[in-house]
């Protein structure tokens, strides 16, 4: 480059005197950039191998996160990395990671703090970890205080996601509990008293979004309040066409979420 800037002539550059062999000087350096680019993409092969998520980011942005020993460079790229991460919340200047935050600024705690040290793909395998640690207590937590609280309080203290799930969990198990009733018991208007029920926690939800109440805590309510009353109109058909056995296909074709004891798991 320096002698084509003294001398930019195309002929004295390229196959006069002494750089008459130029064509093979830069095939030559073509030949090592295709190395060294061929261990780069082996290299950050490895580290995706060790991190699957790092598939999810292109090479350029991949270098950047490993290019520095600042854990903080991983935050402009963790919304292509997890579903809806906005941010992680770092503590005691930038040594450990308490919090995960959303776009919708909703954030929770994590069950134990995760130290970034060592190498990125490593601390971040961590933090993966831990948010389904904790995410699964509070799971736990929510599943088991729903039937023990108030259904519009229980809705307020929970994560959006939680709220959801939890709600879901139990209106699969209050149907068939239903259907246990109306076959074990003879409560023949078992399902009629499940749709009131349902039509009064609808009615409470759209009394609370009707109120002053917390964007975040709207956007979740304004969900629950679609999934709710999808789940009245099934119980309405139910009531209708009387479906008295969870064995039957209008039971048996809809989404239902269980809390599976063995597994302890959703």
Same mark, same amino acid.
């Given at each position: 480059?320096?002698?084509?800037?003294?001398?930019?002539?195309?002929?004295?550059?390229?196959?006069?005197?002494?750089? @008459?062999?130029?064509?093979?000087?830069?095939?030559? &350096? =073509?030949?090592?950039? /295709?190395? +060294? #680019?061929?261990?780069?993409?082996?290299?950050?092969?490895?580290?995706?191998?060790?991190?699957?998520?790092?598939?999810?980011?292109?090479?350029?942005?991949?270098?950047?996160?490993?290019?520095? @020993?600042?854990?903080?460079?991983?935050?402009?790229? &963790? =919304?292509?990395?997890? /579903?809806? +991460? #906005?941010?992680?919340?770092?503590?005691?200047?930038?040594?450990?990671?308490?919090?995960?935050?959303?776009?919708?600024?909703?954030?929770?705690?994590?069950?134990?703090?995760?130290?970034?040290?060592?190498?990125?793909?490593?601390?971040?395998?961590?933090?993966?970890?831990?948010?389904?640690?904790?995410?699964?207590?509070?799971?736990?937590?929510?599943?088991?205080?729903?039937?023990?609280?108030?259904?519009?309080?229980?809705?307020?203290?929970?994560?959006?996601?939680?709220?959801?799930?939890?709600?879901?969990?139990?209106?699969?198990?209050?149907?068939?509990?239903?259907?246990?009733?109306?076959?074990?018991?003879?409560?023949?208007?078992?399902?009629?008293?499940?749709?009131?029920?349902?039509?009064?926690?609808?009615?409470?939800?759209?009394?609370?979004?009707?109120?002053?109440?917390?964007?975040?805590?709207?956007?979740?309510?304004?969900?629950?309040?679609?999934?709710?009353?999808?789940?009245?109109?099934?119980?309405?058909?139910?009531?209708?066409?009387?479906?008295?056995?969870?064995?039957?296909?209008?039971?048996?074709?809809?989404?239902?979420?269980?809390?599976?004891?063995?597994?302890?798991?959703?």
């Amino acid at each position: 480059m320096e002698g084509v800037y003294k001398n930019p002539n195309v002929l004295a550059c390229c196959v006069r005197g002494e750089s @008459s062999n130029r064509l093979e000087e830069l095939r030559i &350096l =073509q030949a090592e950039l /295709d190395k +060294c #680019e061929k261990s780069l993409i082996q290299y950050l092969e490895g580290k995706r191998m060790s991190m699957p998520r790092f598939y999810f980011i292109p090479n350029e942005d991949l270098l950047e996160i490993l290019g520095t @020993s600042d854990a903080q460079a991983i935050q402009p790229h &963790l =919304q292509k990395l997890y /579903d809806n +991460c #906005e941010r992680l919340v770092f503590g005691q200047g930038g040594k450990i990671i308490s919090h995960m935050v959303s776009e919708e600024d909703e954030q929770y705690e994590f069950e134990a703090v995760v130290k970034p040290e060592n190498n990125i793909e490593e601390w971040m395998l961590k933090v993966e970890d831990e948010m389904k640690r904790t995410l699964h207590i509070h799971a736990k937590k929510a599943v088991f205080q729903f039937a023990k609280e108030d259904r519009v309080e229980w809705i307020g203290k929970q994560l959006g996601m939680i709220a959801l799930v939890g709600s879901q969990i139990w209106w699969t198990f209050a149907i068939e509990d239903v259907f246990k009733r109306i076959n074990e018991r003879g409560e023949a208007k078992a399902m009629k008293q499940e749709l009131a029920r349902e039509n009064k926690d609808l009615n409470d939800l759209i009394a609370l979004v009707r109120q002053d109440i917390d964007r975040k805590l709207r956007l979740a309510v304004n969900v629950m309040i679609i999934l709710d009353v999808h789940a009245r109109d099934i119980v309405e058909r139910f009531v209708r066409d009387s479906v008295l056995s969870q064995k039957e296909f209008a039971w048996e074709s809809q989404l239902r979420f269980y809390w599976d004891m063995e597994k302890d798991d959703i």
